[in-house]
């Protein structure tokens, strides 16, 4: 029990099948697209579309310091309510609820550690060449072919929603650290950080965590439909 129970309070997307769609992902040629006809409106869309096809190339350029980094926050996640844990036993406070947070925390780590590995090795080898060998994000987004954009722009997304998981899960994991820390009379520094915390609860943040890694496994696997991104 708390140690405050006595106080009151599979298209062409699908990145998991075999592979067969990376023959398409670049295009051999340079495609001319007719603009005359839009009208000053399109401008804030045309704007958004180059803002994240140079995020996507930035991406792709950068993806293995962007994944070391990712699994280092992932890897630390759970840190802290591992050290929560042991707090809790030296000062026998430890209870079944603080074994359940210590082994959800290990496991949504763990769970998320194997998405990214997941993620990683479904980003096409051509792609990560080609932004290394464009000289521009313009130039590399011509050169994909509309299943290249879909894929290049799945992987982008993933690698972001995988991230704002970790880091949820860190968030979690930083509020069980706070619980070991305060004050069983439910006063001091430690007690408000635990209280103002209280938004990312384990059981909320295994959860919304469980529910972002589902998404990333259906973008990836091609079940969530993807729009047109010229």
Do not use: C
């Amino acid at each position: 029990m708390s140690k405050f129970e006595n106080f009151e309070v599979n298209g062409g997307n699908n990145q998991f099948g075999d592979n067969n769609t990376q023959n398409n992902i670049t295009n051999n040629t340079t495609n001319n697209h007719n603009s005359g006809n839009k009208d000053d409106s399109s401008g804030t869309f045309i704007g958004v579309l180059a803002g994240i096809a140079g995020l996507v190339w930035f991406f792709f350029n950068h993806i293995d310091q962007i994944y070391h980094y990712l699994n280092l926050l992932i890897i630390s996640s759970f840190i802290p309510s591992i050290s929560a844990f042991i707090i809790l036993l030296l000062t026998a406070h430890v209870s079944k609820v603080d074994i359940i947070r210590v082994i959800s925390s290990s496991l949504l780590a763990v769970s998320l550690y194997g998405l990214a590995l997941i993620a990683r090795s479904h980003a096409p080898d051509i792609i990560i060449n080609l932004a290394h060998q464009a000289p521009s994000f313009i130039d590399f987004w011509k050169r994909l072919s509309d299943i290249g954009q879909k894929i290049a722009v799945t992987n982008f997304i993933s690698v972001i929603v995988i991230g704002i998981a970790a880091f949820l899960a860190l968030l979690g994991s930083l509020r069980q650290f706070a619980y070991s820390l305060a004050k069983s009379n439910r006063t001091g520094w430690w007690y408000n950080i635990y209280r103002s915390m209280s938004p990312f609860n384990m059981r909320l943040t295994v959860a919304v965590v469980t529910a972002l890694s589902g998404f990333v496994w259906a973008l990836l696997s091609g079940k969530i439909p993807f729009p047109p991104t010229t």
